[in-house]
T-cell receptor, first 112, second 112 residues
Framework: DQQVKQNSPSLSVQEGRISILNCDYTNSMFDYFLWYKKYPAEGPTFLIS?????DKNEDGRFTVFLNKSAKHLSLHIVPSQPGDSAVYFCAVKNNAGNMLTFGGGTRLMVKP | KAGVTQTPRYLIKTRGQQVTLSCSPISGHRSVSWYQQTPGQGLQFLFEYFSETQRNKGNFPGRFSGRQFSNSRSEMNVSTLELGDSALYLC???????????FGPGTRLTVL
């Protein structure tokens, strides 16, 4: 039973345009949400996070939106750059502990 | 600050053997978590240690164990290796005041 789903395994975007990555979760006990970027043969790199008491958090080109009623999380990257090409994972934290549950990842390809 | 370091980076073992992986967290981080990444199951939580105590454990058999030392360095051990244990093993550390986890580069374990 997947508690965190990233339904798009891949996404292709033109350089300079917006990339929107989506994540759905099932458990209302999740209280903290994170996005990580991963290059091959490297560990995930933390990008941005949001608490369940907020609905938006922005950091430079990256914005995370949280829709609690829909149990939906999204990451917007504007403008997209070729260096953003990587696999992006959403991760959620349960309010009962600090372990993270990850989605399956979305491979983003930004074309020059 | 130096990032999370993991040793070794690559390891080849045969079925039935045991293996020990090592992780040094970011200086000042007292929480260390371990994750397994496989193509089929994605990123899955193994366990978390804080101040030498296991705080949380994921849904893995008892062959997977870990420990944390007084300097916050952590080791994980897998006994009686199976082919399905071939994976990228990731260590992450976290400061006590934050939920964000910072990952090391991982140890790629291949079981033949």
């Amino acid at each position: 039973d997947q508690q965190v789903k990233q339904n798009s395994p891949s996404l292709s975007v033109q350089e300079g345009r917006i990339s929107i990555l989506n994540c759905d979760y099932t458990n209302s006990m999740f209280d903290y949400f994170l996005w990580y970027k991963k290059y091959p043969a490297e560990g995930p790199t933390f990008l941005i996070s949001i608490s369940s008491i907020k609905d938006k958090n922005e950091d430079g080109r990256f914005t995370v939106f949280l829709n609690k009623s829909a149990k939906h999380l999204s990451l917007h990257i504007v403008p997209s750059q070729p260096g953003d090409s990587a696999v992006y994972f959403c991760a959620v934290k349960n309010n009962a502990g600090n372990m993270l549950t990850f989605g399956g990842g979305t491979r983003l390809m930004v074309k020059p | 600050k130096a990032g999370v370091t993991q040793t070794p980076r690559y390891l080849i073992k045969t079925r039935g053997q045991q293996v020990t992986l090592s992780c040094s967290p970011i200086s000042g981080h007292r929480s260390v978590s371990w994750y397994q990444q496989t193509p089929g199951q994605g990123l899955q939580f193994l366990f978390e240690y804080f101040s030498e105590t296991q705080r949380n454990k994921g849904n893995f058999p008892g062959r997977f164990s870990g420990r944390q030392f007084s300097n916050s360095r952590s080791e994980m051990n897998v006994s009686t290796l199976e082919l399905g244990d071939s994976a990228l093993y990731l260590c992450a550390s976290r400061p006590s005041s934050l939920y964000e986890q910072f990952f090391g580069p991982g140890t790629r374990l291949t079981v033949l």
